[in-house]
């Protein structure tokens, strides 16, 4: 990573922004708060996701790694916000079914965000696209998701300290594995 700095930070505002939202829900909950916040947790996660996966876009490409423009890029991020949404709605019916239909669905669709942010699609095009890139290559997409959970695990054991450096690493891993899928070069 030729900017460790930019990468750091970015890791510590979504555990920062993700740690103090959390706790104003948990703390207004009675009060009604925790919806205020759990929607402003939602607007902050994807915010700083969309941002990791620019950032990881940039670095697989060879390109200069470094934040989004925000002013200029409203309309991807709606999309990517709209994508989540759909994508997160598909995981919970999924999982209410059983936890492997679930599980499996999360894998299939896994890489819409990046579909979104790398071509621009809609999200319902970002998700039939994801689907169709993990075909065939499911269980490996599986195993590479268990390898980065428990590299995320080693980070949270850490103090929690880890876990900037387990953001970024994982963001790079997933546009690789992207990258790789769609048969595209990947810069050294």
Not at 20 to 34: E, F, I, M, R, Y
Not at 42 to 53: E, K
Not at 161 to 171: C, E, K, M, Q
Request: aromatic share 12%; hydrophobic share 55%.
């Amino acid at each position: 990573m030729e900017t460790p700095g930019l990468w750091l930070l970015v890791a510590l505002v979504a555990l920062l922004a993700g740690s103090v939202t959390g706790w104003l829900a948990q703390v207004t909950n009675n009060s009604g708060g925790s919806a205020v916040f759990g929607l402003l947790q939602f607007i902050i996660s994807n915010l700083v996701g969309y941002t990791l996966l620019v950032m990881a876009l940039h670095a697989v490409n060879g390109r200069p790694v470094s934040l989004p423009d925000f002013r200029n890029e409203l309309n991807p991020i709606a999309t990517y916000f709209a994508g989540t949404i759909l994508y997160s709605v598909g995981v919970f019916f999924s999982l209410i079914f059983l936890i492997v239909p679930g599980i499996m669905f999360a894998v299939a669709y896994y890489f819409y965000g990046l579909i979104i942010v790398d071509t621009g699609a809609d999200p319902v095009a970002a998700l039939k696209d994801a689907r169709q890139l993990s075909k065939g290559k499911r269980w490996p997409l599986f195993g590479a998701g268990v390898l980065a959970f428990l590299i995320t695990i080693l980070g949270l054991i850490a103090c929690g300290i880890g876990l900037l450096f387990t953001i970024p690493v994982n963001s790079i891993a997933a546009a690789h594995i992207y990258k790789q899928l769609r048969v595209q070069p990947i810069a050294a």
